[in-house]
């Protein structure tokens, strides 16, 4: 079996590169052909759908790995008919927290949300009288999100309508979202990050930092091996299901019950922190599902 991994071309570091690696070992070990191209490799013609690569001998997948969040080259490559893990669509709406939540309203639990008012990234908020509504509804403090943003980053808690109106400064104007403050009973912060292959629950490790609202490693957090309740799978199965996910890190708060919350869905989620956490590589079930979807498809056509 033949795929192609595509990747961005501009984010070539040790973080990503190692993803890319372990999807291309696993698939070797699992006896596919992974290679890899970056979204600068294809071009696909928009007025007539011609594709065009840097390396036309290349042989035609059998499916396509899309670690990457080129919506438009996404979009582009499903029409000519291959089939991409994740979809494109998928992507998109995870890529979006505004999407993400709007998407899943109504099929798991999820902090008081509201849309912060389009402006134009060159104007910025030039008035801030919204922010009496959110303050009436939400109470200080609470979160203010990028609606684009990986790591933790682009996000901030805000104590007080000068904090808000500094923090909306540094979002620039682009798209936001603000959001209920959920409190944990524990010191600093704490959520369950479960990475979810084809509708299994495959591996989960709890993040816990004394020192920051965010539990994120790349925050300085620090992981732990966990075994989820029946209520945290189902919310992380949930949310994968509804949202049209082969693959995903699903990032669960607590509340001040202990009781699950969604924080976030990621459609290319890391998973070298999770691997050093827990011994459990997750390249191997990608690949696994993936070749098992194909051949399942196959069979079916």
């Known amino acids: 079996m033949n795929g192609w991994l595509i990747i961005n071309r501009f984010l070539y570091n040790d973080k990503f590169n190692d993803i890319y690696e372990r999807l291309t070992m696993a698939a070797e070990k699992a006896g596919c052909t992974l290679k890899l191209l970056t979204n600068a490799d294809i071009l696909v ?10 390396d036309m001998s290349l042989d035609q997948p059998d499916f396509i790995i899309f670690w990457d969040k080129d919506i438009r ?18 992507i998109k709406a995870c890529d979006d927290k505004s999407l993400t939540l709007k998407l899943l309203s109504g099929h798991v639990r999820m902090p008081k949300t509201f849309n912060v008012p389009f402006t134009y990234e060159h104007l910025g908020y ?13 109470g200080y403090p609470f979160v203010l999100k990028e609606c684009f943003g990986s790591f933790g980053e682009q996000v901030y808690l805000v104590n007080s309508r000068e904090e808000c109106e500094a923090a909306l400064q540094k979002c620039g104007g682009r798209p936001s979202i ?3 403050f959920i409190r944990c009973p524990w010191k600093g912060s704490r959520d369950i990050r479960i990475n979810v292959v084809g509708n299994r629950c495959v591996a989960a490790m709890l993040r816990s930092n004394e020192d920051d609202f965010r539990a994120n490693i790349t925050n ?5 091996p966990y075994t989820p309740t029946s209520a945290e799978c189902d919310m992380a199965l949930q949310a994968c299901r509804v949202l049209g996910l082969d693959f995903a890190g699903v990032d669960i708060m607590f509340d001040m019950n202990r009781n699950p919350v969604l924080c976030e869905v990621n459609s290319n989620a890391h998973f070298k922190s999770i691997y050093d956490c827990t011994g459990i590589n997750v390249a191997d079930a990608i690949i696994e599902h993936i070749i098992s979807d194909t051949l399942a498809h196959e069979r079916n056509a």
């Open 45 to 54: 013609r928009i007025d007539t759908g011609e594709l065009i690569i840097s």
């Open 220 to 224: 300085g957090g620090h992981a732990a």
């Open 126 to 138: 030039t008035d801030t009288g919204f922010l009496d509504m959110a303050e009436e509804q939400l």
């Open 178 to 180: 603000i959001q209920e």
């Open 73 to 90: 080259l996404a979009h582009a490559l499903e029409k000519l008919g291959f089939r991409l893990y994740n979809r494109a669509d998928a």
